[in-house]
C-alpha cells in the first residue's frame, strides 16, 4: 500500500489555465505539507496542514490555495497558471518525527 | 529565520572515491534528518541523529551531529553507482509541528 500518494503524476497545461493536485495519506498522520521542488532540486516548503488546520503559509502567491478536507487529504488548487510554476510539487506528511514524502507531481506550464 | 545551508552543491566522483557533504545551522537544532531523493525519484528518510556528538552508521554511510548541534555531515565511504542522488540534510528546530528546515541538497554523481 502506499502511504502518500499524488494525483496526477504529471501535469502538462498552458498558461492561464487553473490545475488541481491531490494529495492522500494513509499513515494516521495529523500534519501534512506540501512542497515545491525546482530545477535545481531546492525543497521549498509551501504550507503545512495539522487536523485540517493551517500552520504554515509562506510567501507563496495567493494563486496557490490550499485544502484540506480531512486530515488525510491535502489538495492543491493554482490559479491563473505561470511559467514559473513549473517545477516538481511533493506532498508530505509527518509523525512529528520522519516526513513521508509523496511521489510527487510533475508540472509543466506552456 | 531558521536557516540550514549545505555544501557542496554538487560532487562528482569515480567509483570507490569517498563523498561527504555538510550541513550547518544558524540555530540549535533538536535533530537533524537525512534524505535522500534518487533522480526521477522523491525524498526518502534515511537517518536522524539527536544526541550531541551522535555518530551512526549504516553500512558505508557515517552520519555525526555536532557537539553544539549545529552542524552534521554524512560521509560515504567507497561510492557506487547505487549512491547517486541528492541527499538533503533538514533541521527540526524544535516547534511549530513538526517542520524541517531543509538545506539545499548536494547532488552527487558517481562515474563507473
Known amino acids: ?100 514524502f509523496g511521489p510527487g507531481t510533475r508540472l509543466l506550464v506552456l | ?20 557533504t555538510y550541513c550547518n545551522s544558524s540555530t540549535t537544532l533538536s535533530n537533524i534528518q537525512w534524505y535522500k531523493q534518487r533522480p526521477g525519484g522523491h525524498p526518502v528518510f534515511l537517518i536522524q541523529l539527536v544526541k550531541s556528538g551522535e555518530v551512526k552508521k549504516q553500512k558505508r554511510l557515517t552520519f555525526q551531529f555536532g557537539e553544539a548541534k549545529k552542524n552534521s555531515s554524512l560521509h560515504i565511504t567507497a ?10 540534510c533538514a533541521g527540526h528546530g524544535g516547534s511549530t509541528l513538526g517542520r524541517l528546515y531543509f538545506g539545499r541538497g548536494t547532488q552527487l554523481t558517481v562515474w563507473p
Open chain 2, 1 to 20: 529565520g531558521q536557516q540550514v545551508m549545505q555544501i557542496p552543491q554538487y560532487q562528482h566522483v569515480q567509483e570507490g572515491e569517498d563523498f561527504t
Open chain 1, 1 to 100: 500500500d502506499t502511504a502518500v500518494s499524488q494525483t496526477p503524476k504529471y501535469l502538462v497545461t498552458q498558461m492561464g489555465n487553473d490545475k488541481s493536485i491531490k494529495c492522500e495519506q494513509n499513515l494516521g498522520h495529523d500534519t501534512m505539507y506540501w512542497y515545491k521542488q525546482d530545477s535545481k532540486k531546492f525543497l521549498k516548503i509551501m504550507f503545512s496542514y495539522n487536523n485540517k488546520e493551517l500552520i504554515i503559509n509562506e510567501t507563496v502567491p495567493n494563486r496557490f490555495s490550499p485544502k484540506s478536507p480531512d486530515k488525510a487529504h491535502l489538495n492543491l488548487h493554482i490559479n491563473s497558471l505561470e511559467l514559473g510554476d513549473s517545477a516538481v510539487y511533493f506532498c508530505a506528511s509527518t509523525s512529528l518525527e520522519t516526513q513521508y
Open chain 2, 79 to 88: 561510492t557506487q553507482t547505487t549512491d547517486v542522488g541528492t541527499y538533503f
